[in-house]
């Protein structure tokens, strides 16, 4: 009962967590969209005055918004660190005043004292920067001090995986000093913000549709007016809807959750084997006492609710103390939500899951407790009376000790898992599920604890370094000594036609997709010809498209057609992508001159080599690490998968720990008697243990196996239900030889353990005092 109470508590605790998080983390992005009163759509642009004009009179002129406003930003080709650090990190931010007024997309702090070199940096960096501490920003060769004033908690910008921007407040003076000292490495651009009208929230419009409507338009104006005005290039313009960046942002807090809460019904499970055990052992051992009681009068009936009276008492305290320290500990435990969301944990207890969580776990146990009561009808008074033997099982002998050569322990334990393997198949159970469990989170960490195992997992293509520039500046870089090859690429949103199907798709193309390294195709290639298109996963299966089919493109501009020459899978933009080549691209859209250009280097040279090379030919143009620039956002999973491996961990060695002491304890209590016999017939206690710490090592082997085996299978598929959102249907998870190693000899290790320490309690019998007791 102590074990079941134990476990019966964790796993309320962690049910209750877990389930709270599920169900409230989408409310965290509420609340806070209200506070701030968020903009439904939110325009990332450029500047550039036609353009800006136009996406204006677009906004405007759209029936489903209302309450446009502006607001000017700065982006900073940037590098950042914790003042008296020596490493500098490369990150990108974007610079907005606090000191200009805004009734959209506010801050969530009171900014009104601040001044001078103090800033507000996002609250994902709280863990980092302490309020009074001192960020050091490096822009080109300029280095600010910044003191911490306070965090801000912004929808778009907390998720490192949405937009992969740091989103800073400053004041008007530094504003101006950074835009004026960087004059190649910070450029102005404008939030355009908008909300949806009472109109569009009745009819529930669709913001994703209403930001390609909004795209649309401007594309098609773009194309008749760069015709016009050849020397207006198109700027940077990425048009975010807040539901868009809702899901998006979700997505990182609720796989580490939910496989917490995975691990969580895991935990409950093995608590209902565990008492399972007990009770027909319980059952079985009292044969007699039953038999009188039902001589006595009492019902079948009667002894299942004295049994459902005493498992839920214990499981619904033990449901109530987990369920409470739950609550008491959220707040501290949302430092979870406030790594992989970026907002911080805001929302109360919530009543309604703790009551699911308390009833669910109760009528668990109640249907458990009327399944095991069946025992009591199985044996008659009379049987259970000689002691619930009434036949002999007439089963062969594998193991007699005549004809074993293994010791006497060994031959023992197997004896006692042979002989009565029905009765072993709780333990097989719960060593399979922990050793299934145990391997595929270190599998996890084995696959995706480094950043070039997330970059795999998701689906990116790599290179060593990127910057802005025409195509002159790709030929002057691609003669480099460092360099092996490059490609210039831009993302552009289009609309696909497909039968009587249509999907705006953000569109990535590239000069050269023989130079692209990684990537994840699953059918065909890569594009190499203009009208060749490869879509991701989703994408075909919006469209209903396959290998092979011919797709549209369309607007006002031009129709081109397009054969699907490949599917892939990507995370990008929640799978939602298409990939040609920018002479692909260029029929149905006029592109810009400058471009992001993508560097590989020739074997064995550094970044900080190409570094050198490419400032003597541009000391003005800032180039970035990409390795650096992707460890920024993926170094979140790969640490939250080795953390999420520790954990479990930690709980299988307890949970071994626990369900090891309950049937050792058991079989000591059962076999008392025997082991004193054993004891006067010249056994030492030293033996004694020995066989207790075998007795049901073989089981604990077979489950240990079994899980170990199903582990890559179950484990592939895991990932990909997972990932399942960005439409993957394949996914590598390769589990490291010395990980199985690891999981049978903790496993395997805290189980002899715990048998050696509660095997101790051997040495205080004495067979004299026995038969004197007789």
């Known amino acids: ?79 950042y660190r914790l003042k008296g650090n020596k490493n500098w990190i490369e990150y990108p931010f974007y610079l907005s005043s606090y000191e200009k007024p805004s009734t959209i997309q506010t801050m969530s702090i009171d900014a009104s004292g601040f001044s001078g070199n103090e800033v507000v940096i996002p609250i994902s960096l709280s863990t980092s920067f302490k309020v009074g501490d001192t960020l050091q920003l490096k822009v080109g060769d300029n280095i600010y001090n910044l003191k911490i004033a306070g965090y801000n908690e912004d929808n778009f910008f907390c998720s490192p995986l949405n937009l992969g ?55 098609n104006w773009y194309n008749d007016y760069s015709a016009a005005h050849p020397e207006t290039a198109m700027v ?138 069946r025992e009591y009808s199985k044996v008659s008074v009379l049987s259970a009376l000689r002691g619930g033997v009434n036949t002999h099982n007439f089963k062969k002998n594998y193991f007699s000790f005549d004809k074993s050569s293994f010791p006497i322990s060994v031959t023992l334990a197997l004896k006692e898992t042979f002989g009565k393997f029905r009765n072993q198949l709780g333990v097989i159970f719960i060593m399979m599920i922990l050793s299934l469990s145990t391997i595929v989170a270190f599998g996890m960490m084995d696959t995706y604890g480094s950043d070039e195992g997330v970059l795999e997992m998701g689906g990116f293509d790599v290179y060593d370094a990127f910057f802005s520039g025409d195509e002159s500046m790709e030929n002057t870089v691609r003669s480099m000594k460092t360099v092996e090859n490059t490609r210039r690429e831009i993302w552009m949103s289009v609309n696909y036609y497909y039968k009587r199907n249509k999907q705006s798709l953000t569109t990535r193309a590239f000069t050269d997709t023989s130079t692209i390294i990684g990537g994840s195709v699953l059918e065909g290639r890569w594009p190499k010809h203009p009208n060749e298109v490869l879509l991701s996963t989703n994408s075909a299966t919006r469209l209903g498209a396959s290998l092979g089919d011919v797709v549209t493109v369309k607007n006002d501009m031009a129709e081109e057609s397009y054969i699907v020459c490949g599917i892939g899978q990507t995370m990008n933009n929640m799978g939602m992508m298409a990939f040609m080549t920018t002479d692909g691209l260029s029929k149905v859209t006029a592109l810009p001159d400058s471009m992001s250009v993508c560097v590989n280097f020739k074997p064995g040279v550094t970044f900080a080599e190409f570094e050198k090379e490419f400032k003597d030919a541009y000391p003005e143009v800032a180039v970035t690490d990409y390795a650096e620039a992707a460890h920024q956002t993926v170094g979140l999973i790969t640490g939250g998968m080795k953390a999420f491996a520790f954990f479990v961990t930690l709980l299988t060695i307890l949970i071994v720990a626990f369900v090891e002491s309950l049937i050792v304890r058991t079989n000591i209590n059962r076999q008392w008697r025997n082991l004193g016999v054993s004891k006067a017939l010249g056994f030492t206690s030293r033996q004694l243990i020995g066989q207790v710490m075998l007795s049901n090592l073989p089981a604990i082997l077979i489950g240990v ?10 484990g592939s598929k895991l990932m990909v239900s997972t990932l399942a959102i960005f439409g993957f249907k394949k996914i590598n998870f390769n589990i490291d030889p010395l990980s199985y190693l690891f999981t049978a000899v903790i496993i395997c290790g805290v189980a002899l353990a715990t048998a050696a320490i509660m095997g101790r309690r051997i040495k205080s019998l004495e067979p004299v005092k026995m038969i004197t007791e007789e």
């Open 236 to 373: 940077d313009i990425n048009i975010v809807p807040a539901d868009l960046m809702k899901t998006g942002a979700m997505i990182l807090p609720l796989i580490f959750v939910a496989m917490t809460f995975l691990f969580a019904i895991i935990m409950l499970a093995i608590a209902i084997v565990i008492i399972n055990f007990s009770v027909k052992n319980f059952i079985m051992t009292n044969m007699k006492n039953t038999a009188i009681m039902e001589a006595s009068g009492y019902t079948i009936r009667e002894l299942v609710l004295i049994l459902l009276f005493q498992l839920l008492l214990v499981s619904g305290i033990g449901a109530v103390v987990g369920i409470v320290l739950g609550a008491l500990l959220i707040d501290k435990i949302g430092i979870i939500i406030l790594i992989t969301l970026g907002l911080r944990w805001n929302q109360p207890v919530s009543a309604a899951v703790a009551l699911s969580v308390f009833w669910g776990i109760c009528f668990l146990i109640s249907v458990l407790t009327v399944y095991l009561g």
């Open 705 to 714: 196996m079994t899980g170990l085996l199903l582990s890559p299978i179950l």
């Open 1 to 79: 009962m102590i074990t079941f109470f134990i476990l019966s508590s964790l796993s309320a605790l962690f049910i209750f967590i877990s389930a709270s998080f599920l169900a409230d983390t989408g409310k965290v992005i509420d609340t806070n969209r209200e506070k701030i009163n968020s903009a439904d759509i939110l325009v990332i642009a450029g500047y550039s005055e036609p353009v800006i004009s136009k996406l204006e009179e677009i906004i405007k002129g759209n029936v489903y918004l209302k309450n446009y406003e502006t607001e000017n930003y700065l982006a900073l080709v940037s590098k």
């Open 165 to 219: 921007i740091y989103k800073m407040q400053v004041s008007d003076k530094l504003y101006e000093t950074i835009l004026f000292e960087n004059p190649k490495n910070a450029s102005e651009g404008r939030y355009l913000k908008s909300q949806l009208t009472d109109t569009a929230q009745k009819k529930h419009i669709d913001t994703n549709a209403l930001a390609d409507e909004l795209g649309d338009d401007l594309m």
